[in-house]
T-cell receptor, first 114, second 112 residues
């Protein structure tokens, strides 16, 4: 069973650096989501794709954040000029395109900003 | 604004008892509600989904209820086991997108 895969699992970087995370969804799924989770909180929605189209972005997604899903398969999330407040777990999930489908999550990328 | 509240304090129960977790929401009319389990350092794992026109769903030792009048869902684990110890998240979904809005989670500790 190839579930959702995220890379890297951990990323430590200095403030001001750019970072990029990758997500490989379950291959049959055409929806892909990005969430952010901080300690003691539930995941917060960032953005989602239907195939290669980015259909919704949260107000949490400042202009320093950009997400792509160029061929409708894997996705990347880039954060430019990282800030302390960007430290969090970044989770990717995928699902079939019907709205009430369960989302299958990867184990996330934990980002620590020094 | 939309608000989802789960028991903020950890729930500690004895093995074999039934655990009941609560999810309350305000200023929202979800089309469906999902429950997830999350272990430390891992992503959430889907457990159950219940739609707005369903009152109750069961899966093995798990049961979820959904009361759209009270704006509340209850999640039950019967015959709880230490392996059930984890954080449980409720998530609400709108009808037109797959975006989920999560509660903050409730940590369950089952003692042997």
């Amino acid at each position: 069973d190839t579930g959702v895969s995220q890379d890297p699992r951990h990323k430590i970087t200095k403030r001001g650096q750019n970072v990029t995370f990758r997500c490989d969804p379950i291959s049959e799924h055409n929806r892909l989501y990005w969430y952010r989770q901080t300690l003691g909180q539930g995941p917060e929605f960032l953005t989602y794709f239907q195939n290669e189209a980015q259909l919704e972005k949260s107000r949490l997604l400042s202009d320093r954040f950009s997400a792509e899903r160029p061929k409708g398969s894997f996705s990347t999330l880039e954060i430019q000029r990282t800030e302390q407040g960007d430290s969090a777990m970044y989770l990717c999930a995928s699902s079939f395109s019907l709205s009430d489908q369960p989302q299958h999550f990867g184990d996330g990328t934990r980002l620590s900003i020094l | 604004s939309q608000k989802i509240e789960q028991n903020s304090e950890a729930l500690n129960i004895q093995e074999g008892k039934t655990a009941t977790l609560t999810c309350n929401y305000t200023n929202y009319s979800p089309a469906y509600l999902q429950w997830y389990r999350q272990d430390p350092g891992r992503g959430p794992v889907f457990l159950l989904l219940i739609r707005e026109n369903e009152k109750e769903k069961r899966k093995e030792r798990l049961k979820v209820t959904f009361d759209t009048t009270l704006k509340q869902s209850l999640f039950h684990i019967t015959a709880s086991q230490p392996a059930d110890s984890a954080t449980y998240l409720c998530a609400l979904g709108p009808s037109n997108t797959g975006k989920l809005i999560f509660g903050q989670g409730t940590t369950l500790q089952v003692k042997p």
